[in-house]
Structures are given as C-alpha cells and as structure tokens.
C-alpha cells in the first residue's frame, strides 16, 4: 500500500477541475469584501458548509460573483495552480471556468486575466494550465451559445474546449445541442457533466446528442447496464472525482465507490479534484482516497497518472513529454524510496 506522502510526490495531471471552486474560503471572503460582494457568511470555517447540491450551487454562485475583475481572475488562476504543484506535484491541468457567472466582465477579458495567471504559475512553478469555458445549464441555449461565439472568437492555444456544468436537472444536454454543433465544426474540444447522482441516460445523450469525448463525473451509469454497455462501446473517458463522489454518494464510499465499479466494468476514468477547497481536498488526497479503495502500488499509482494523459486535450509532442518526465521521475521516485527502505 502507497501512502500519501509518497502520493503527493508524484507527478500529477487533472482534466476536472472548477476554477472559481478552487478559491479558498478565505480568498474569497477578501475578495468578496473587496468588491463588495455579499457572501452567505464571512465565517472561513462554515463558508464552505453545503446539504447538497443546490445549497452548493449557492454558494458556489456567491463566490463567482466575488471574482469581479480580470486581476481577481490572474490572482485565483495563480493561486489555484501553484498550491496544487506544491501540495501535490501537480504538472498539467484543465480547468473550467463560468464566463456567464461574471455577466459585468467581458468574456476577453475575463479570459485575459485568467491567462495572465495560469502563464505566471507555470513559469513560476511548472504547472501546464489550460481552459475550458463551461456552459451553465441553468441558463438559456442563447446564452450558450453567444458563449460560444465568443470562444471561437478570441480563440487561443491554452483554451481546449467546451463544457457543460451546475445542476444536471435544470439543463439536459439536448437543449444545448446546437450549441455543442457549432463549438465542434469550430474544432472545440467537447465534454459534459452528466449522471453525477442520477440520470443515467443524460450520459448517453451527453455522447451521441452533443458528441461529448469525455464525461465528467457519470456515476449513475454503473446502475443502468444499457447506458453503461452503451459508454464502453463509445470508449468515452470519465473524468470522476474521488471526494464528491463520496459527498453525492454516502451510502457508497470506499471499496463500494461507484468510480470503482466503473473501473472493474472497463470504463477509462481518471480522478480529479474538482472544486477541491470547497470540498476539503486536493488533488494528493483524491489519489490517496483511490489508492486506498483500489490498493493501489506506486506502478498502479502511476499507471493511473499516464491514463489522465491519454485523455487530456493536448498535442501528441506535449503528451510525450509529460509522460516521459512523468515516468522518470515516477522511476526516480520509486528508487529513492527503495534506499529508503533499505535504509531502515
């Protein structure tokens, strides 16, 4: 068995993960306070205190609207980064972003501070970011869809895609299929939550309705066997998250995980930390969480690593070298903790 400190050395890549839900609470108190925003509580230790997920999308909105301006943006987007590179040895990640949940900034300049963020973190720390603009279900197909206009627009290298995200009951993925028709003739990536606590089928439509190449989340599926024959012969990935899928799924946690079950049917999956502060986690904890259920080994553990790298929207010479310093230094890893061990 791995444990976590070993974990959080090795080199890491993440394709699930909310920007303005990797604020921490006391960031975005100040921020708040700054702008004069008004927040459920100015109380860091309840800030983040949700029943479920409605209560979480409130608060979740509450801190959207305390990222004002495109500074706010650069200072999330850095802080966000280099925490997760310090704490876990995070190398890569694709990070969503709500440009409709800041209807008074302008999505160019939205995009530029978050840029001017994710370009001084890796320089600063060697964490690769890129950018997917995340449709907010909840909001008109008109709205989505002058989204992404405005992606294709201002194109630029570290923005890989589109998504779809907030509460799965109030936006199914057919509303939208116009929208994901023109963000793929303009060679946008394309993925979308779906099936996080039920509904199964909004995975099979996320696939064939919106032509999705990925799914985050997709629990539900493991309880419907049409879907799920449905998304293996699709050989679709699951961008699963280890955390949240225990807070949606109490009843189902550890070795009963549902994204468990997803591996041992097949499914290609990576884990992912998600809206880590608001959760209590990072991306080192959502690998510990994993390699306890699973029993992962340190070669599991990196195994698990490369598949992230399958699946991420990058070009073929970056893919190799991320999994060329990932297997080094995942083999230097592993030789130092052999002296160690030797050592005792």
């Given at each position: 068995m791995i444990d976590e400190s070993l974990l959080?050395?090795?080199?890491?890549?993440?394709?699930?993960?909310?920007?303005?839900?990797?604020?921490?609470?006391?960031?975005?108190?100040?921020?708040?306070?700054?702008?004069?925003?008004?927040?459920?509580?100015?109380?860091?230790?309840?800030?983040?205190?949700?029943?479920?997920?409605?209560q979480f999308l409130t608060v979740y909105r509450a801190v959207c609207a305390s990222i004002v301006t495109a500074a706010d943006f650069a200072e999330v987007a850095y802080a966000a980064q280099a925490d997760a590179a310090i704490a876990a040895n995070l190398r890569y990640r694709e990070l969503f972003v709500n440009p409709t949940n800041h209807p008074d900034l302008p999505y160019p300049r939205l995009l530029a501070g978050v840029l001017d963020g994710l370009r001084a973190a890796q320089v600063d720390h060697?964490?690769?970011?890129?950018?997917?603009?995340?449709?907010?279900?909840?909001?008109?197909?008109?709205?989505?869809?002058?989204?992404?206009?405005?992606?294709?627009?201002?194109?630029?290298?570290?923005?890989?895609?589109?998504?779809l995200d907030h509460n799965d009951v109030l936006g199914p993925p057919v509303k939208f299929a116009g929208v994901y028709a023109r963000a793929r003739a303009a060679g946008l990536r394309r993925t979308a939550h779906a099936g996080e606590i039920a509904q199964a089928r909004q995975v099979t439509e996320s696939i064939e309705v919106l032509g999705c190449e990925r799914i985050d989340h997709g629990y539900a599926i493991i309880d419907d066997p049409v879907a799920l024959a449905h998304a293996l012969a699709s050989g679709v990935h699951f961008a699963t998250c280890w955390s949240t899928c225990a807070w949606f799924h109490p009843d189902r946690i550890g070795v009963a995980s549902p994204i468990v079950a997803m591996a041992a049917a097949g499914l290609p999956l990576s884990i992912n930390s998600d809206d880590?502060?608001?959760?209590?986690?990072?991306?080192?904890?959502?690998?510990?969480?994993?390699?306890?259920?699973?029993?992962w080994t340190?070669?599991?553990?990196?195994?698990?690593?490369?598949?992230?790298?399958?699946?991420?929207?990058?070009?073929?010479?970056?893919?190799?070298?991320?999994?060329?310093?990932?297997?080094r230094e995942t083999t230097d890893l592993g030789a130092s903790t052999a002296e160690l061990d030797i050592a005792e």
């Open positions: 959080r050395r090795l080199p890491k890549a993440e394709l699930h993960c909310h920007l303005e839900g990797a604020v921490p609470a006391e960031t975005a108190i100040m921020l708040a306070r700054r702008n004069g925003v008004r927040l459920p509580t100015y109380d860091a230790q309840q800030l983040y205190r949700f029943a479920d997920l409605p060697g964490v690769i970011g890129r950018l997917i603009p995340a449709i907010n279900r909840e909001q008109s197909a008109s709205v989505a869809g002058d989204l992404v206009e405005a992606v294709i627009a201002h194109r630029v290298d570290e923005v890989v895609g589109i998504g880590p502060p608001m959760f209590g986690t990072d991306i080192g904890r959502e690998y510990h969480g994993a390699a306890t259920a699973f029993g340190l070669d599991d553990a990196q195994r698990a690593a490369l598949t992230v790298l399958d699946a991420a929207w990058i070009d073929d010479t970056e893919r190799r070298q991320l999994v060329d310093e990932f297997r």
